[in-house]
């Protein structure tokens, strides 16, 4: 597969009330497509978060920005517009990042998490030196992320944002 330049097409997903931030890499294909965070329905996203919420799985667009804002969570991705073969974080090329001071400035984050290895790379790279802050890594939602059963995503996801989550 080519390399194709690409704009990052989603809106970053956050309020006032936002208290966590959680970053991906670039949206993939499907999520471009369908303009929204973790659209292809093998990621595990959605019932990983709803999971250490102890809600349902959210299905529709509105459901998934509802469970997260409700929530207090923001979410956008490290990455802006690069160069990209399809779907692969190992393809990315051309980095130009998020300018993640829309969220940080608009919200009392209080703990920036990163689902995977290549949002947390490309965090460190080229967002970390502008928001002066740190990001925990989390493993990855991914389907690619065969290694981790959906039982350890959430184990490890709960782990930690349940001390950053507000009361419900």
């Known amino acids: 597969m080519e390399k194709a330049k690409q704009l990052h097409n989603i809106p970053p997903l956050y309020d006032a ?6 970053l991906g890499s670039f949206p993939s294909v499907r999520s471009r ?5 973790y659209a292809h329905p ?14 349902e799985t959210p299905r529709t667009i509105a459901e998934k920005k509802s469970l997260a804002l409700r929530r207090g969570i923001a979410l956008w991705d490290t990455i802006g517009a690069c160069e990209i073969a399809g779907s692969s ?31 947390f790379a490309s965090y460190e790279r080229y967002c970390r030196a502008l928001t002066g ?9 991914s389907p690619a992320n065969a290694r981790w059963t959906g039982e350890k995503l959430l184990e490890a996801w709960r782990a930690a944002l349940e001390p950053y989550l507000p009361e419900r």
């Not at 009330?17 to 959680?22: E, N």
């Not at 740190?134 to 990855?140: E, R």
Request: charge should be positive; hydrophobic fraction near 50%.
């Open 89 to 119: 974080d190992a393809s990315i090329t051309g980095v130009v990042p998020n300018d993640l001071r829309v969220i940080l400035d608009a919200a009392d984050i209080r703990a920036i998490f990163c689902n995977g290895g290549a949002s």
């Open 17 to 22: 009330s936002s208290r966590v931030l959680i």
């Open 42 to 55: 093998q990621n595990r996203f959605w019932p990983t978060l709803a999971g250490v919420l102890g809600e």
């Open 133 to 141: 802050r740190a990001a925990v890594k989390l493993p990855s939602t």
């Open 33 to 37: 497509q369908a303009k929204f965070f």
